[in-house]
């Protein structure tokens, strides 16, 4: 593996589609991403499968789970979380006008009562409260109104599910854009 300076990683080539380009190991140029983790944790794959069994479970639309998967993305400034969930948000026929609109949701008019409470749910767990807790009860009334019991537990599996993968995107860096088991270098 190829050792970068924190600046050499925070300078990226991209492709015509914004993607980075895939690079092996044995290619002279710096390593984009770390080894695959699942050599080294194949315990890991059990709790993605369960973790994604969790959010395919019917109880809120795969479009808001990739909205609010969207804006967690583009709030912990991962480049691979924003790539991925635009894609897929596209994949299902989404709007352009809806995905571009997810960075400034509060404004746009074009998101459902539920998918705002998404957005604001997702955004009050990853934005530090400097004035008081994160979640406050007037948020999960709200949030409650929209969303039953399985719902609701759907939605905050769904924000995990980010949670969970967060360091791995921050810190192991996989390769925007390409699919799951292919965007590490190895």
């Known amino acids: 593996m190829v050792v970068r ?13 914004g993607r980075l380009p895939h690079v092996h190991a044995h290619d002279d ?9 699942l ?7 059990e709790v993605a499968e369960g973790l994604h069994k969790a959010l395919q479970n019917g109880a809120i639309p795969q479009t808001t789970i990739h909205l609010l998967h969207l804006r967690a993305g583009q709030l912990l400034g991962s480049t691979y979380f924003t790539i991925r969930e635009t894609g897929n948000l ?7 006008e809806r995905i571009t609109a997810v960075a400034t949701w509060r404004d746009a008019t074009c998101f459902t009562d ?10 009050a767990v990853l934005t530090p409260n400097p004035s008081g807790e994160r979640v406050p009860d007037e948020l999960y009334a709200r949030a409650s109104a929209h969303y039953d019991d399985k719902a609701m537990w759907t ?24 699919p799951p088991g292919q965007n590490y270098t190895e």
């Open 5 to 17: 300076t924190p600046r050499e990683r925070s300078v990226r080539q991209y492709d015509e589609k």
């Open 29 to 37: 140029r710096p390593a984009v991403a770390h080894a695959q983790p």
């Open 39 to 45: 050599p080294f944790l194949p315990e890991l794959a």
């Open 90 to 96: 596209r994949r299902i026929g989404e709007s352009e």
């Open 114 to 123: 539920a998918e705002r409470i998404a957005l604001e749910l997702v955004e």
């Open 155 to 178: 939605l905050i599996m769904a924000i995990s599910h980010i949670g969970f993968f967060t360091p791995a995107a921050l810190i192991a860096k996989p390769i925007p854009g390409m």
